[in-house]
């Protein structure tokens, strides 16, 4: 065995490791090869590489789609650091063209429009890591025993509005302790309540913590949202629309990856709070109908 | 006097340090500004981003202070990203990529390819350890052009060197911090 160079490639150990990398890190949606230098150069962990940001997606309606793999390409060589790219829920062909391209992750995303109603992919077939969203703890258990990498808190993608990044970021930590307290046959219960497998959610309750990094998503605009999310305990930023969308992309972007290192230091987030020029629009939730709503997409 | 171990905590897996280093009963301090440099004795950079972190150094204003206090002796280890950010060259970096430069060898990024050329494997590893140990190389680096005095713990049967050290400075290209194994915590503690 120690003579084995690559002694096993694809492991779990292998795929979440990764996630464990960019932990405390910010991770960039990108449309052009330019937008993901100039991530690069303001410090982004990774990049996710799409044809449209969730706001323009949200803007021009029709059905949203794995990108060109030509862009995906194209991105993976303009930058250094791991490029991540989307697709649609259930779709595993779009994962296979993915892995075939060589892409560092896969976003089985909710912002994209679902592909299958009833399953998501089988993430276990593939060698490239997943990361999925989640709303709650059930969610995320049951995305974690398909095989998920990685996990992000949804949000509400595309309106630059965190209340629903909080909402479920306070979901999922307040069930996890909730669940480290309960007895056996509580845990039957919630298994049985959240689908899950019931030997991952004894495992979790033992740990006390979810089995792979959790990141936050969806709705994050500031410097100032990413050291909430920050605080209220996810391990790192996914930031769509907010950098892109707004008056000032590099600064932003240079100062959500600082604000989300010092997050528990108000000097340092006041300090790259200053100057940043407008973020974007926003749009205020009760304003959206339920179907214009992702989050709901794929639980 | 007891030895403080301080882990640089910008960015990337420092929890998973600390976690080894409370296996063995062992405290130690995030080192996040200038200030919390001065009350550590020995440092542990760890896996990440070396692009982020590296930025990060120079806002943070690391960058100067710590290539000081390893050039005047305090031990310091970098595990993948951490030892990019040691290395004096680095291939396959960004432009302008911020480093700390203060061991005399080359680190090649991503010498493996991307993440589906990332694997696990077990390492001899000269001194540290008498069996090999679990390593994890995630978009790991390789290390190339060793100056004179820097001794090759480790290499990969095609001789690719993946450990080394300089006197005070230790680098290995994989995570022992991920396998969940403390022999080369240990090491690093009583060098």
């Not at chain 1, 009833?118 to 969203?133: A, L, Q, S």
């Not at chain 1, 304003?287 to 709503?293: H, K, P």
């Amino acid at each position: 065995m120690a003579r084995d160079t690559r002694a096993a490639t694809a492991t779990f150990a292998v795929k979440s490791g990764l996630a464990r990398m960019l932990k405390g890190g910010v991770i960039m949606d990108v449309v052009t090869a330019e937008h993901a230098k100039i991530a690069e150069e303001a410090g982004a962990v990774a990049v996710m590489a799409l044809e449209r940001v969730p706001a323009d997606i949200r803007k021009e309606g029709g059905v949203a789609r794995m990108s060109d793999p030509n862009l995906i390409r194209r991105i993976m060589k303009a930058v250094t650091i791991p490029v991540m790219a989307k697709v649609r829920i259930g779709h595993f062909v779009e994962a296979q063209i993915l892995e075939a391209i060589g892409a560092d992750y896969i976003d089985e995303s909710e912002v994209l429009t679902p592909a299958d109603e009833e399953f998501h992919i089988d993430k276990r077939r593939f060698n490239v890591p997943f990361v999925c969203g989640c709303r709650d703890l059930g969610e995320a258990l049951r995305r974690v025993s398909e095989g998920a990498a990685m996990l992000r808190t949804k949000g509400e993608a595309g309106t630059g509005n965190v209340v629903e990044a909080v909402r479920q970021a306070r979901a999922v930590y307040r069930q996890l302790d909730a669940l480290a307290a309960m007895n056996a046959k509580q845990l039957r219960g919630k298994a049985k309540e959240y689908r899950a497998p019931l030997e991952l959610v004894k495992k979790v309750a033992r740990a006390g913590m979810l089995p792979v990094v959790n990141f936050s998503a969806g709705g994050i605009a500031t410097p100032a949202d990413a050291a909430l999310m920050m605080q209220l305990g996810v391990e790192g930023i996914f930031v769509g629309s907010g950098i892109f969308k707004s008056e000032n992309p590099r600064k932003r972007a240079k100062a959500i990856v600082e604000a989300t290192t010092h997050f528990d230091n108000p000097d340092v987030i006041a300090k790259v709070s200053e100057g940043l020029g407008e973020p974007m629009k926003g749009i205020e939730l009760s304003t959206l109908t339920q179907e214009e709503r992702l989050a709901h997409r794929g639980i | 006097m007891e030895k403080v171990v301080g882990i640089l905590a910008l960015q990337g897996d420092f929890k998973e340090h600390f976690d080894i280093l409370a296996k063995l009963g062992v405290g130690a301090i995030p080192v996040r500004l200038p200030e919390d440099l001065a009350q550590i004795d020995r440092l542990i950079i760890p896996g990440g981003e070396s692009t982020t972190i590296g930025k990060l150094l120079v806002t943070s204003k690391l960058l100067q202070p710590i290539r000081e206090r390893i050039l005047a002796g305090m031990p310091v280890w970098g595990t993948c990203a951490g030892a990019i950010l040691l290395a004096r060259r680095v291939i396959g970096g960004i432009r302008g990529q911020m480093h700390i430069g203060a061991m005399d060898i080359t680190a090649r990024r991503n010498a493996f390819g991307r993440q589906l050329d990332s694997f696990e494997a077990n390492v001899a590893m000269k001194k540290a350890a008498e069996t090999p140990i679990p390593a994890i190389f995630i978009r790991a680096p390789v290390f190339e052009r060793p100056g004179k005095d820097v001794e090759i713990l480790a290499r990969l049967p095609d001789e690719r060197i993946v450990a080394a050290r300089q006197k005070n400075i230790l680098v290995t290209a994989f995570h022992p911090e991920l396998a969940g194994s403390t022999q080369l915590h240990r090491y690093f503690l009583n060098s």
